[in-house]
């Protein structure tokens, strides 16, 4: 498994990603609508129910009361108390209707013209709508074997009752709704603004720029982010601030010296008397240009590997046709060496990059594999989309004791022609990989070395992987 | 020619000021940066070299407030920060070149010479004769002596740049910044070898020279008689 970071292009500032505050907003009002309609429908059923329950005991006790008279007084009296009731209101504003009839179709009494659909002998009950169009709660019984009787009570006052409860409940429902949406955007918007400002200044700081720190004064944990985020940014300034500073100023101080002794080696060499020979000055002057090389090749590993994971600075860069330029730069060096190189650049392999640094990194290979090559030898270099860059050679190949430590600073190896070097080559394309969040290795190969430099995900369970 | 040399270490503005005299150039000396950004605000120059670490000011913002003002002289860099990205920095600043300390006089003074050059804005015509060479910019074809010379895209590159640079040095930095587009030395001999591919194609069948190796700096095309 190989650990290291992967490095995508930075997004745009604002780039259109979703809120999870929008989200949470969005769910929770879905939540409040569900349990408000769900409240809304049992308040409404129970209310129904307690209705019918009502409408049913009223009847019931009604009918149980004209039984009665029907029992002492008989049916004489029955009828003439069914039409006095008839005339009546009830407080709760339900009208009593009745009807007493034979069984065989003669009405005896009542208020209501027609027999509804209710059958006496089972002692039916519920909603029924009358021949008048009234709707009313009824219960049809047989009083005796020839007398059928019919009760019911209106429930229009109920009805509206119900619906004004309705309309009471919707309002106030849609009010909670409202207000909790409202209250809702607002601290969606508040929360969504303090994380961006947050974000923001992380893609200010990664840019270069000097970011506005984002607000920690709130004592929550947005707060605290913001507070962990000012102290990591601040941090990752100075500290870029620092390197860069001491890097200046090392160089500062040991070149500046240098270049004084170079300008006295070429005083010297100036005035030299006719006939001295000038080899030992020209060999100081050659010595000052190796230090100055092997600091700033030590200047720019230090660079690089700081910036690992850092997008700044990285553009998309067209990698097949800066391959194809190094190709045609070193033809010639390795037709002189007597070393054939070939070359296999699949096109339009690209990734987001240093263009200087990534020319740096694949020359310096070739640099590596011209030099350790013999005579009659060759050295090829394959792009491929992945990016996936390799450079191999059928020379010696590297040593068995150097292989643990082929990318460490100052590993040098024997080379063909004797050729000197600071062994800073490889550690700096090293570092330049982990800079593009790639990983180099030098992986097993029959003859000579064989270099490998794709991302870190690509390199999972391969041999290679770091 | 008369310039102007922004650079706190005495020894080195000593050295360079000596060097430019004896090719008969004129140096004006600025210790500090303001008092450099007021006197090419003041007096005209052919060119301004700039060192970048000043004690009172980087030298990055002293190009910005000279291009701000409109002060139009090409500007090099002279510095101890010499690393390929020291370089692109300094020209995305607006720097015209950039030369590392220490440096070669040579070269100090062929890219002066050919910033003076491109800023007085001698612009080629369409052919460019030098001596025996001919150089055929829109065809891209090269002559010696009215013999055309096969060359391939990338030694042609080359040649046109000998031909536009004709009588002066051209450093291995500026054939690697302008025709190659590498701001780094690769450290192997590969601007060499390219060259001694065009020199054998210049030369071949000419009893003559076509390129002089100007020691420790770079290449001069000759007239080729």
């Known amino acids: 498994m190989v650990a290291g970071p992967s490095l995508t292009l930075p997004l745009p500032p604002g780039s259109h990603r979703r809120s999870i505050f929008g989200v949470l907003l969005g769910r929770a009002l879905l939540f409040t609508l569900a349990a408000l309609a769900l409240l809304f429908g049992v308040t409404v059923w129970e209310s129904w129910q307690a209705t019918e329950r009502s409408l049913a005991a009223t009847v019931d006790t009604d009918i149980a009361g004209l039984a009665d008279i029907y029992a002492i007084n008989g049916e004489g009296e029955l009828l003439a108390r069914l039409a006095d009731r008839s005339t009546m209101i009830g407080l709760e504003g339900r009208q009593a209707r009745y009807l007493a009839m034979r069984p065989d179709g003669p009405r005896l009494a009542g208020n209501i013209a027609a027999w509804p659909d209710l059958a006496p002998a089972l002692s039916e009950q519920g909603f029924v709508t009358l021949d008048d169009g009234t709707a009313v709660y009824a219960r049809a019984t047989r009083l005796a074997p020839g007398l059928n009787l019919l009760v019911a009570r209106t429930y229009e006052r109920d009805w509206q009752a119900l619906v004004r409860m309705m309309v009471l409940f919707g309002a106030g429902a849609l009010g909670v709704v409202l207000v909790t949406f409202a209250m809702g955007r607002r601290a969606a918007s508040t929360l969504r603004r303090r994380v961006k400002d947050i974000s923001r200044a992380f893609r200010v700081a990664e840019d270069g720029g000097r970011p506005d720190l984002p607000d920690s004064a709130y004592d929550d944990e947005i707060g605290e982010l913001a507070e962990l985020s000012t102290r990591s940014i601040t941090r990752s300034a100075n500290l870029a601030h620092t390197h860069r500073h001491m890097s200046d100023h090392i160089a500062h101080e040991i070149r500046t010296p240098l270049t004084h002794l170079d300008g006295r080696l070429v005083s010297a060499l100036r005035t030299l008397p006719p006939g001295s020979d000038p080899a030992v000055l020209e060999q100081g002057r050659k010595d000052i240009r190796g230090v100055v090389t092997m600091l700033d090749s030590l200047l720019d590993i230090a660079s690089s590997e700081a910036r690992v994971g850092d997008p700044a600075g990285l553009i998309e860069v067209d990698l097949s046709a800066l391959a194809d330029d190094l190709v045609d730069l070193y033809a010639g060096s390795a037709e002189e060496a007597g070393i054939t190189l070939r070359s296999v650049i699949e096109p339009g392999v690209r990734l987001p990059g240093e263009a200087m640094q990534l020319t740096r990194l694949i020359s310096n290979l070739l640099d590596n594999a011209l030099k350790y090559v013999p005579r009659g030898g060759q050295v090829s270099l394959a792009v491929a989309h992945g990016p996936v860059i390799e450079v191999r050679d059928d020379g010696p190949g590297v040593e068995p004791a150097l292989r643990g430590t082929v990318f460490a600073r100052f590993t040098k190896g024997q080379t063909a022609g004797g050729h000197s070097s600071h062994g800073l080559g490889l550690a700096l394309a090293r570092a330049i990989a982990l800079r593009h969040g790639m990983h180099i290795a030098l992986v097993k190969s029959r003859q000579g070395a064989h270099f490998v430099i794709k991302p870190h995900a690509m390199w999972e369970g391969e041999e290679g992987a770091a | ?225």
């Open chain 2, 1 to 225: 020619m008369k310039l102007l040399y922004i650079e706190d270490n005495a020894e080195a503005a000593a050295d360079l000021t000596a060097l430019l005299a004896r090719q008969g150039t004129q140096v004006v000396w600025e210790m500090r940066g303001a008092d450099g950004l007021r006197r090419a605000a003041l007096e005209p120059f052919d060119a301004i070299i700039l060192d970048r670490m000043l004690p009172d000011m980087d030298g990055l913002e002293i190009v910005q407030k000279l291009r701000d003002s409109g002060v139009g002289a090409p500007v090099l860099m002279l510095s101890a920060l010499g690393r390929a990205s020291n370089r692109v920095e300094g020209l995305d600043a607006g720097v015209d070149d950039y030369l590392a300390k220490p440096y070669e006089p040579d070269e100090l003074t062929a890219r002066l010479k050919a910033l003076v050059r491109r800023a007085e804005g001698r612009t080629h015509s369409a052919i460019i004769i030098y001596g025996q060479f001919e150089c055929h910019v829109k065809a891209r074809t090269a002559f010696r002596r009215n013999q055309h010379i096969a060359l391939s895209p990338k030694e042609f590159e080359l040649f046109r740049y000998f031909m536009e640079n004709a009588g002066d040095t051209v450093t291995r930095d500026m054939l690697l910044r302008d025709v190659w587009k590498m701001n780094f030395d690769p450290q192997t001999n590969v601007v060499d070898v390219n060259i001694g591919r065009l020199r054998r194609k210049l030369e071949s069948g000419f009893a003559t020279p076509a390129l002089e190796t100007i020691w420790g700096s770079g290449y001069r095309l000759t007239r080729g008689d």
